[in-house]
């Protein structure tokens, strides 16, 4: 088939995602041409892979202090732009559509009647899975952003509802060498400012700290290692780590569960989603969460036991199967036995 990717570039979590099946869609024959939008195309990393690809303005989300700006996202929002990026985008000779929570493709794919698959954790929420209280204004943009009508939903568990295992990267399947370092934590807090984060861990001073997000210099400062963006650098430090202190965004506390880190979220506030993240980690039993740079909760968690790795399957392998074959309506089995496939 020829298929249009629509990807939501904001956060380094969707690229990631989408990298994995746009992969694996090409490598079974598929002609995939993709769209980013949400970023400047001079603050995209690492997606030469992608190619080949546009980047569109679409619409973000603005963000600061560990809090969602509503009124800056609303500021920043260019309705003319959209409506027009939604209208000349070139959708002839295309067979399918998939959008990773990506508004332009969403909307295009719905105008012009082409079948169009929702493809990430967002489409989660479609079922029923844990879900924090929220307004009214987020739930609406959570289910509304970049709908579509058939939903490959992710999560990190299936809560008897046809959601698959999360995005893992192939490189996750081939650790087996790489051995943990004690006292070592990966940090990646994108959503606080760095004067928060440096004071919050600085007493911590038996472990050592690896710290991604928002890096004013790159460096070493006693136990805390700043480290500047590397999809690599950070999977290794990752696979190093004993534990991991980040945002309750979703593919990273995935691939920690993946790899049998423990885990420590931060969720944004006013944001619905990683709020009911850390709500599922909890009740799950996967991790815990605090709503604040808590040294307390800080302190408790960094004496916890390491946790069993999850061991999740191929997911990418099982999405793509459901997309070649065809029939968008039957995803029950493909779900079925992608979870199956766990732990194995």
Not at 254 to 265: D, F, I, R, T
Request: one cysteine or more.
């Amino acid at each position: 088939m020829r298929i249009l990717f629509g990807i939501q570039g904001t956060g380094n979590g969707h690229i990631s995602r989408s990298r994995e099946l746009v992969s694996r869609l090409r490598e079974d024959g598929h002609e995939v041409e993709v769209v980013i939008s949400g970023r400047k195309q001079d603050e995209l990393k690492e997606v030469e892979m992608l190619e080949p690809l546009r980047v569109l303005k679409g619409m973000t989300l603005v963000t600061y202090k560990g809090k969602m700006n509503y009124i800056d996202t609303m500021f920043q929002l260019d309705l003319g732009r959209l409506m027009a990026d939604v209208l000349t985008l070139d959708m002839s000779g295309i067979d399918l559509v998939v959008t990773d929570f990506e508004p332009v493709t969403s909307m295009a794919a719905r105008l012009k009647g082409l079948p169009l698959v929702g493809f990430g954790h967002q489409y989660a929420f479609r079922y029923r899975i844990p879900v924090a209280r929220g307004n009214i204004f987020e739930r609406y943009t959570l289910l509304n952003f970049a709908p579509a009508r058939y939903n490959a939903g992710l999560h990190w568990h299936h809560f008897d509802q046809p959601i698959f295992p999360p995005v893992i990267p192939r490189s996750l399947y081939e650790v087996a060498d790489r051995k943990e370092v004690p006292g070592k934590i990966l940090v990646y807090l994108p959503f606080e400012e760095p004067e928060d984060v440096e004071p919050f861990l600085e007493p911590f001073s038996d472990r050592q700290f690896y710290i991604y997000g928002k890096i004013d210099e790159e460096g070493d400062r006693g136990h805390l290692h700043f480290k500047g963006y590397s999809r690599e650098g950070f999977l290794r430090d990752l696979q190093e780590s004993q534990g991991v202190l980040c945002n309750a965004g979703f593919e990273l506390p995935g691939e920690a569960l993946h790899l049998g880190k423990k885990l420590l979220v931060r969720p944004l506030d006013g944001q619905i989603e990683q709020e009911s993240n850390a709500l599922g980690l909890e009740e799950l039993g996967y991790g815990r969460s605090m709503h604040s740079l808590d040294s307390r909760v800080l302190s408790e968690w960094l004496e916890e036991e390491k946790v069993e790795p999850h061991a999740y399957s191929r997911t990418v392998d099982y999405i793509a199967e459901w997309i070649g074959a065809g029939d968008l309506d039957d995803i029950g089995r493909y779900v079925d036995a992608a979870w199956n496939d766990c732990g194995a």
